[in-house]
């Protein structure tokens, strides 16, 4: 009796609390599509959030790059002019470095190490960013990346000699490329369709979520399942808007991104069939599986080198730690 008795009165201080706070909207901004899977997981953050919250956290979402390129984004949580994003790793590393060790190529097992190995090591890691103005909330998913071009299948390291491939602005990633004797292009998503289209590039480098809902397949020739990287997605929220939220405000906005990371990423799961068969349907790419995957791990192994040499290796075995 005395425990339910408490347990109401919890409930009603929480609501009291919720109800004599000020409404706060915050926006964020990412640079997938709307169907893709962490466009679909923003919008059920959002919903998770504006239902929890009994409507008084009310979080705008902009897809597509409406709010600027991933960069744009991290750079604008720093400066307070942007609320929340969702951003790979890889383009956090250039605001917090030591996380960049995720999109060493081949450095996971399989997808279930990855998310042991991020929720763990990854969001210690992740700490290291809020002397930068962000905070990270939960490190979601984007997928397995996969090699397109317009030259030929990839199926060995050799495949990729001379291509002019388009990456992150990412020194892994870079290091990954000329490691395989391809020439990294730099360049940012919103650009990527039109630049393919044109021939300014010969191919690129994504998850199929990306590669279908952006339709690069409409534009190459070729889809190699390579698999070289994970590439995952954290949830960042600026520290300035954090300090908007009541400390109850912040614990519905910090479950509702753990809820979504694991909704989302099982979501994923479903979903890279679905788009692996789409892309397939459309009939303009030619699909391969014949990949040497061991080749290109050992091809790859100086971007592996040249990330020991800047922050030693404790990261590294870290990862590989995790069971």
Same mark, same amino acid.
């Given at each position: ?27 964020? %901004?990412?640079? /997938? ?8 997981? /923003? ?11 009994? @409507? ?36 956090? @590393? ?5 996380? /960049? ?5 081949? !450095? ?26 962000? !905070? ?25 000699? %001379? ?34 289209? #044109? @021939? ?13 809902? #952006? ?21 960042? !929220? ?15 906005? #910090? ?27 459309? @009939? ?31 990261? !590294? ?7």
């Amino acid at each position: 009796m005395l425990r339910t008795l408490f347990s109401t009165v919890c409930a009603l201080a929480l609501t009291a609390s919720l109800a004599m706070a000020a409404p706060v909207t915050l926006k964020l %901004g990412h640079i /997938a599509e709307p169907e893709n899977v962490y466009g679909q997981g /923003a919008d059920h953050f959002a919903k998770l959030v504006k239902e929890r919250s009994n @409507g008084e956290i009310d979080i705008q979402v902009f897809p597509s790059s409406q709010l600027g390129n991933q960069r744009d984004l991290v750079e604008g949580l720093g400066l307070g002019t942007v609320d929340m994003t969702l951003t790979g790793t890889a383009v956090m @590393g250039n605001f917090v470095p030591e996380v /960049a060790v995720f999109d060493l190529p081949f !450095i996971f097992r399989d997808v279930d190490h990855a998310y042991k190995a991020l929720d763990t090591v990854g969001m210690d890691l992740a700490k290291k960013g809020e002397d930068r103005g962000m !905070i990270t909330l939960a490190i979601w998913e984007n997928g397995v990346r996969h090699m397109t071009n317009n030259k030929r299948p990839i199926k060995e390291p050799e495949d990729m000699k %001379g291509l002019k491939v388009r990456v992150m602005e990412q020194p892994v990633y870079i290091d990954m490329m000329k490691s395989l004797g391809a020439s990294p292009t730099p360049m940012a998503m919103s650009e990527l369709y039109t630049s393919l289209q #044109k @021939g300014v590039i010969d191919g690129q480098e994504n998850p199929l979520g990306h590669i279908a809902t #952006k339709k690069f397949n409409e534009v190459q020739k070729y889809l190699s399942l390579t698999g070289h990287t994970y590439a995952s997605e954290p949830l960042l !929220i600026s520290t300035s808007a954090w300090k908007k939220l009541t400390p109850e405000q912040q614990a519905i906005v #910090k479950q509702a991104a753990i809820d979504t990371r694991d909704w989302e990423r099982q979501l994923c799961r479903d979903l890279e069939g679905k788009f692996l068969q789409q892309i397939k349907d459309a @009939g303009t790419t030619e699909v391969n599986d014949d990949v040497n995957k061991e080749a290109f791990a050992k091809a790859t192994k100086p971007a592996w080198d040249n990330y020991v040499k800047r922050f030693g290796d404790a990261n !590294i075995k870290a990862i590989q730690a995790v069971k």
